[in-house]
């Protein structure tokens, strides 16, 4: 059955009103709670059944092995796997002499909310032992945004109908049986048990578990601790082994009757801290989280999300669904990293254990322009996080030959996990990403402490990168030969234009950065012909141009491959790569991803509008989207281009890509970009926010089909809110120490705080809708409007 | 050591008269004795000390796991490795209550002596136990060339001085233990112990035992038969277990007393074959080998080798150490092709598990066109093997999207081993490889059975391929986008040069066939418009120019590539891939191994003059010679163009690969191209010979330090020998048919049989010595020569 199918649409939260035992993987993504330290997938509380159990520590990897069956110099040696921690979820429940298992017995009724202003996962259920007992569960999860190392539970039982005996066993489990192992007998021999006792402890009822892993050597600790309340006497009882403590609660109840227990857990892990520190540090998490107690822990909950809803929320008038979608999209981006702290926002945040845990540039690209003007602090955490990996990155450029910093392509720790290196560590624009990166969150807060103590560093050993990557060539220009783009379809190509073109704005940045901290860049060792060398390559570099056809070509030669047969291609034989060699991907022009066309969006300013055009037309002949790193920005450049219609195709998509499960991989955690991806659609896109200059600028369009788009947007210590229109836009400072100037269409305009500036919008020339290959259009948002202008 | 200093330097033997116990495994690979069916490794009589020991059958492997960290659609998923099948050879020794073992005891001599001219390996010892007891031993081994399956041993001890008890032990032994087990411990798993015994047997003096490989299901089948003769009298036994047979010979012998064993041994391999028909596969191989007995093999492996010799030698005046170097080289080849009959000749061919044993486009595009000209019928042979393989090659053809036939980079059963495609899959030209030695078989012999039947075929599928991997452009160019050239440090290019004008050459060639056997064309689905769409994309097949630099980039765009920085590379960092990524070596101009230069010398019709010299000059710049492919082709093209001392160097190089173990690789087998390169650099390099149109061409040329070398070449049923002088060469036509014409520089000859016709040789310009990269020029033959200008 379909996602869409099983999930209410409501504005603020996603409710679910039937439980798909064959769907629970999807649903433990989507239903997943996190703080961006803690993650814990949607478990049901008691255990099992399952999609895949999941308790992540963001950073907490085990090593394993990384197999070659022909290795080669530089190769990574071995890669790092997010494991799945202790879980302290667990609440089991014995109703008479029965399990409480939903496989078994009548579910009577079920429900589970995600409140995304409370920040609390809901479930009710009514369910009838097979010995015909009734019991109503209540039960409230949260990972606090204001305590990093906490979660807890309210857990509320009570009997219909008859009294009952009941028993609820608490529990903290570790090393917990995983379904499908990874098909390297090695690895999963790696992965099977990765965490070895190290001590556990319980004392009246609470307990701690701590492990250490057993090849990375990241010491874990775990902890609960339970309040009790009910009318009816109870026995308590905790016990433990290495690997598992368990609290018990055994009451009988009348009906009406209602046992409460608040669960507060704690986590903690690190490679440096002793087992004492480590104990004592979750310990002392616990302490104060049951200072707060669930009550407390809740308000601070939902005090934390009030605030990010004030300047972040998105409206929509005239999509419910796409309302419910954005709002889902910010809420789990702000889960992924409003506590990660110097630590990696990973690929599917702490939802899944997809893409092993990794991090990617996706981060850089597509999550940190969301957070940079919704919660900016977020990106300094992941900025900084980058920078304490600099001396990796840069002993990965000296292995490479390179100088400077040549950042992993995927990893948890800074280290490159990437074993295939056409696709990995040929993908030198990760690089490029992070300093755009730098750039965007130093133009959106004028933080000039991160610059000269974080962002020039990550800028100047970026740069450094670029100059020895490039060469000059006799004529003076810059080359950059045999790298990959974006575009995972091709690899190892000369001249990518948005590699190109981003690393220009590298050096330039850096450039622009070395002179206004001369004396933090002289301490990096930055001279003046350094910075002379960085201006004179980004004005040389190279963009290659196709005159026959009027486009740019991806990266030099593309347009003269062969195009790809798309109409021999069978719908079943996407994603290409599951059913295409490498090889013949790689000759041929397909795209995976936007590419080309994520330069006309990040580097808009470096093409003309004509060039947009054309080149987004072209390319849209030619992508798939095997990616959920497309749709978005093929979205917000076909605004641009006025493709309108075609912009709110591909916004749905991104918006959808978990909520409709449109990959059939939400099971293994949500696409963090993708739905970063739709608030960019709707910003960037509809709203028409580019970020290229001194000011922000705004050119927004509505599509047929939203009536009414509003959005927050923080710089500085300004707020602005957009609120767009069909027929007209208005701007309003809702806060900030003074004035704001933003350029509208192409008129600059100075707000004040308090005031509101209404401007027209001009309707820009459509254009006739470009093809997609066969099969590969989006779904039209608007079925009734099957015109091919817009 | 040097190598170099262990082998006397004779004309017709290699002769080693001292025993370096740490560089057994390089002997080993030296003095394996062979037929193209069965390999024995050198080593010692006694089992023990060994550097590797090594018994193999062409064609027979075990399969292994082909790990990914990250795999890829279209990725073999397993791979074959040459096994060390069940060894014979072994004959221990009991010296009154000491085992014969060089480690202890002393040598008092030592001598081993393998000679070209009765393919027998000689060992003479004198050896004085720890005890103080002498004993003379005189072994002779072959590997018959006229019985396959057989291999024989003719085993003489005598005590010396004093008389002595002695008990020689002849062994079977199947799964031997083996050093260095691979870094893959699943691999190290599937190969410690390849064979499972399926059964044993005894009688009196014979042995046999009979196992299969635990996944390739291959059978193997071995025995043993004796003949004794001495003055006293012996106790025989023959006993076994599972993996292993025993015919002991116990005796007392007076000095001077002579115990002689024959030992006759046959295998054989099957994948279909079953057990009873296996075992009387090999007794009977074994009882054809015992009615000839020792004296039978002996004679016949001198009247196959006198055969040999009468065409193919090659002498040398004026340089005794190249002199032995080309008939070691030429016995080598012969060994490794002589009797495969049908099955792959492997890089290192029967001498060693060196890349595990696979054939690579080295046979073809080295080793077959030795072959050609001197025993052509194992030209055939091998190419009616790849013909087996056409259902594999087919079917790899549809996995990557294409037509035709594709061909296996590196492989014993056909199907593909190459784990990384940028190197293995991507290098295509292995295809057109195939189908030059097919041209070039078919030109040298007029074979119209073999083109009919066979080579048809082959030019047909591999035709197919290049249309489908090429593509057209609007303005009716052919282009070749994303494929990998000989060299090694460039890898998924577009219009590699070699490539484009190899594969232009396959068109045409199958064009030409289908046109000549219009019926067995039609037979493969050829039609007219197939064939015009062949000989269309030949005639446009674009070959890369640098108008600029005036020189071919190897592949498009190469040219404008960054130059290695060869200043900065210190010696100990060759060769480049242990020391530098791929990423880094695809990126800049640095050439492992002739690949545009080796367009030069196969595709030299297609270049001028001036071209050639220009190029030449411009990639010997850049070419580190990495590989052992690669000092033979630029010998061939050095001459051609006029750096006659350089050629020299070179021809030495190829000449003395594994004599000197110039890779320091010789331990794992022999480089059977660069053996095979040697015979190259003499007839087509100082000979001049090409066959690019009807008749050979000569153009021949000797460099100081060669004062006279005279090649025979078979032509067809025609043998000629051209016998070169440094002012005049001769032309014999020594046997066939009727007359041959030939053309000598410029002149057309035709030679009658019996005469001989003398011509001057003009002098060629000669030009300044090109520069190699610092460090890799090759060592100069003729130190007393510093002259730049030759």
Chains 1, 2 share one sequence.
């Not at 701590?210 to 339970?226: I, K, N, Q």
């Not at 491959?561 to 109409?567: A, G, K, P």
């Not at 609120?723 to 309003?732: G, N, R």
Request: aromatic share 8%.
């Amino acid at each position: 059955m379909k996602a869409s199918d099983t999930y209410a649409v409501e504005p603020w939260c996603l409710r679910e009103t039937r439980l798909e035992l064959g769907d629970l993987a999807r649903s433990e993504s989507l239903f997943a709670l996190s703080n961006g330290h803690i993650g814990l997938r949607g478990n049901l509380d008691e255990g099992e059944p399952f999609g895949l159990p999941g308790t992540y520590l963001n950073g907490c990897y085990e090593r394993r092995p990384l197999p070659y069956a022909e290795a080669g110099y530089g190769y990574p040696e071995s890669g790092q796997t997010v494991i799945n921690v202790t879980n302290g979820k667990i609440m089991r429940l014995l109703v008479g002499d029965e399990p409480f298992d939903l496989r078994y017995g009548t579910l009577r009724a079920h429900e589970r909310t995600l409140d995304f202003r409370t920040g609390v996962l809901q479930r009710c259920v009514e369910w009838v032992s097979p010995a015909g007992q009734a019991v109503q569960l209540r039960t409230q999860r949260l990972v606090s945004f204001t305590h990093r190392a906490v979660a807890a539970i309210r857990y509320e039982l009570q009997p219909l109908d008859t009294a009952s005996r009941l028993v609820v066993q608490s529990e903290l489990v570790a090393n917990e049986e995983l379904p499908r192992p990874h098909a390297d007998p090695r690895v999963a021999a790696v992965l099977a048990s990765p965490l070895v006792p190290e001590a556990s402890d319980v004392r009246a009822l609470s307990a701690e578990l701590v492990h250490r892993t057993r090849l990375s050597g990241l010491r874990v600790a775990a902890a609960m601790d339970h309040l009790v309340d009910t009318p009816s006497q109870v026995s308590t009882d905790t016990t433990h082994d290495d690997d598992w403590a368990r609290t018990t609660f055994a009451t009988r109840l009348e009906p009406g009757q209602v046992l409460c227990i608040d669960k507060v857990m704690a986590w903690g892990w690190s490679q440096a801290r002793s087992l004492p520190a480590m104990r004592d540090q979750v310990a002392g998490a616990l302490s104060g989280a049951m200072h707060s107690g669930w009550t407390g822990l809740a308000r601070e909950q939902r005090e934390h999300l009030d605030q990010f809803w004030e300047c972040a929320d998105v409206q929509i008038e005239g999509d419910a669904e796409l309302q419910q979608a954005v709002r889902f999209s910010l809420f789990h981006v702000l889960q992924s990293a409003a506590r990660a702290e110097r630590r990696p926002i990973p690929a599917k945040g702490l939802t899944g254990p997809g893409y092993d845990g990794h991090c990617f540039w996706d981060t850089e690209t597509f999550v940190l322009p969301v957070l940079t003007h919704t919660v900016p602090h977020a990106t300094a955490d992941v900025l900084r996080w980058r920078q304490d990996t600099l001396p990796l990155a840069r002993e990965r450029a000296r292995q490479l030959t390179l100088r400077g910093a040549a950042f992993p392509w995927r990893t948890i720790n800074g280290e490159e996990c990437s074993s295939y290196w056409p696709a990995g560590t040929a993908a030198f624009h990760v690089n490029a990403d992070i300093a755009d990166a730098v750039v965007r969150y130093l133009a959106a807060t004028e933080d000039e402490e991160f610059e000269h103590d974080t962002g020039l560093e990550l800028l100047v050993e970026t740069a450094r990168l670029w100059r020895s990557l490039g060469h000059r060539t006799l004529e003076g220009r810059f080359r950059i030969d045999g790298i990959t783009g974006p575009d995972e379809y091709s690899a190892v190509a000369d001249n990518n234009v948005y590699t190109n073109l981003m690393a220009a704005r590298n050096l330039r940045a850096a450039a622009g950065a070395a002179a206004r901290h001369p004396r933090h860049a002289a301490r990096l060792g930055v001279d003046a012909d350094e910075v002379a060398a960085w201006r004179d390559a980004a004005a040389n570099v190279i963009v290659p141009w196709d005159e026959v056809l009027g486009v740019h070509p991806q990266s030099e030669a593309f347009t003269a491959h062969e195009r790809w047969n798309f109409d021999d291609t069978p719908p079943e034989n996407y994603p290409l790569l599951l059913h295409y060699p490498y090889f013949d991907l790689y000759r041929k022009q397909v795209v995976k991803q936007a590419d080309l066309v994520l330069a006309l969006h990040l580097c808009g300013d470096q093409f003309t509008s004509e060039q947009k055009r054309r080149d987004f037309d072209y390319y849209e002949g030619l992508t798939v989207r095997d990616s959920s790193l497309s749709a978005c920005t093929q979205s917000i450049v076909a605004a641009e281009v006025g493709h309108l219609g075609l912009a709110y195709d591909y916004a749905a998509e991104a918006a959808f890509m978990d909520l409709h499960d449109l990959e059939h991989n939400t099971r293994d955690g949500l696409h963090m970009a993708a739905l970063a991806g739709a608030w960019l659609t709707l910003v960037h896109g509809f709203g028409g926010m580019r970020d290229h200059g001194q000011h922000l600028a705004f050119r927004p369009q509505l599509p047929e089909g939203i009536d009414r788009l509003t959005f927050g947007v923080a710089r500085g210590a300004s707020r602005l809110r957009v609120d767009v229109m069909p027929q007209e836009v208005a701007y309003t400072l809702m806060a900030g120490p003074g004035p704001l100037t933003i350029a509208h269409q192409d008129e600059s305009l100075t707000l004040v705080v308090g005031d509101t500036v209404a401007r027209p919008i001009g309707r820009r020339p459509r254009h006739p809708r470009p093809q997609q290959p066969p099969g590969r259009a989006p779904v039209r948002r608007r079925t009734q409007d099957p015109s091919t202008h817009e």
